[in-house]
């Protein structure tokens, strides 16, 4: 059973916007989401976006000023709103989180939701 459940990947047009949500499934009470990862056929899986502690958002270059990171503290959700979409951001979008640290500060990751661009 997934932990950490993604939402909102879906085909669209160069140009174009989506919104991805990751939230938890409630079953480990203190997993937080915290970050957004990408993995293109035949590439490694990179960072898109990271929440900070303090909740400021960190990105990859390659997204910067087209992609927000977000997060609601109370649903536990984080979000990436991705705009002006091109075919290089193709790629399943994973989820990652962790627990805290008096629960050992496990890491768990979500199934991914693929987001298609066509070029």
């Known amino acids: 059973q997934a932990h950490l459940v993604e939402s909102g990947g879906d085909l669209v047009q160069p140009g174009g916007s989506l919104r991805l949500s990751c939230s938890t499934s409630?079953?480990?009470?203190?997993?937080?989401?915290t970050s957004w990862y990408r993995q293109a056929p035949g590439k490694q899986r990179e960072l898109v976006a990271a929440i900070l502690r303090d909740g400021s958002p960190t990105y990859t270059d390659s997204v910067k000023g087209r992609f927000t990171a977000s997060r609601d503290y109370a649903k536990k959700t984080i979000y990436l709103q991705m705009n002006s979409l091109k075919p290089e951001d193709a790629a399943i979008y994973y989820c990652y989180g962790v627990t805290g640290l008096s629960s050992g500060g496990q890491a768990y990751w979500g199934r991914g939701t693929e987001v298609i661009v066509p070029s």
């Open positions: 409630g079953i480990i009470p203190d997993l937080t989401p």
